[in-house]
């Protein structure tokens, strides 16, 4: 069976002060980022650090709330959300997942990219991790909501750019995302945010 990429369907800090800190520090980084585009390889690892899955391709995301991620190797799978809704789409598997853009939803890595950074807050408790690195900066996001489909969020970034992505389930599963040749805020047609499901394809309406 196949493994949908959760990754795009996010400790604490010692005090409330520092959480608010940490939390305007990640929102003025976001909101430099209107947009990107970026490679990106994947790594999901069991709570043994043994390899479970490798994944490739390209991300797309822009404000407010539109992003698209096409997985390219080792299969083909599209997922994209314009706003209202997410389009899961497995050419292979000639299968189409439609879901509502609920709160669930709106609290993956995806959506933090492409959301409101002004509600990081109010959903996560963010603490920024210490740094001998000056153009280095990371923070940790551990989601408010206990039905979340992470434990934890580990965000970096270079300098205004972000690096890397790291999330752990409860059981202990990590996935590793890296971004490469990113474009900041450069043109991004919204018509890519579109989907259309092909004929013959099966349409699983959730």
Do not use: C
Not at 27 to 49: I, S, V, W
Not at 57 to 63: D, L, S
Not at 109 to 135: C, H, M, W, Y
Not at 160 to 173: A, C, E, P, R, V
């Amino acid at each position: 069976m196949r493994v949908l990429n959760i990754a795009f369907l996010l400790l604490l800090s010692s005090s409330s002060f520092a959480d608010e800190a940490a939390s305007q520090k990640l929102n003025a980084l976001l909101d430099k980022m209107q947009g990107m585009r970026a490679h990106f390889e994947q790594y999901t690892l069991d709570p043994k650090d043994k390899p479970l899955q490798t994944l490739s391709g390209q991300m797309t995301v822009k404000r407010p709330n539109l992003f698209r991620w096409d997985t390219q190797k080792p299969f083909t799978q599209q997922i994209i959300a314009n706003g209202q809704v997410v389009w899961v789409y497995d050419p292979e598997l000639q299968q189409a997942t439609k879901q509502k853009l609920d709160q669930q939803i709106a609290n993956t890595p995806a959506l933090l990219l492409s959301g409101d950074s002004k509600k990081i807050a109010a959903s996560f408790i963010v603490s920024q991790e210490k740094s001998t690195n000056s153009k280095t900066s990371a923070f940790i996001l551990k989601p408010k909501d206990k039905e979340a489909v992470f434990e934890s969020l580990r965000v970096s970034f270079v300098g205004s750019q972000l690096n890397s992505m790291q999330l752990k389930d409860s059981l202990g599963q990590k996935t590793d995302i890296f971004f490469s040749q990113v474009q900041v805020n450069g043109k991004i047609d919204s018509k890519i945010f579109q989907f259309t499901p092909p004929k013959d394809v099966d349409v699983i309406d959730d």
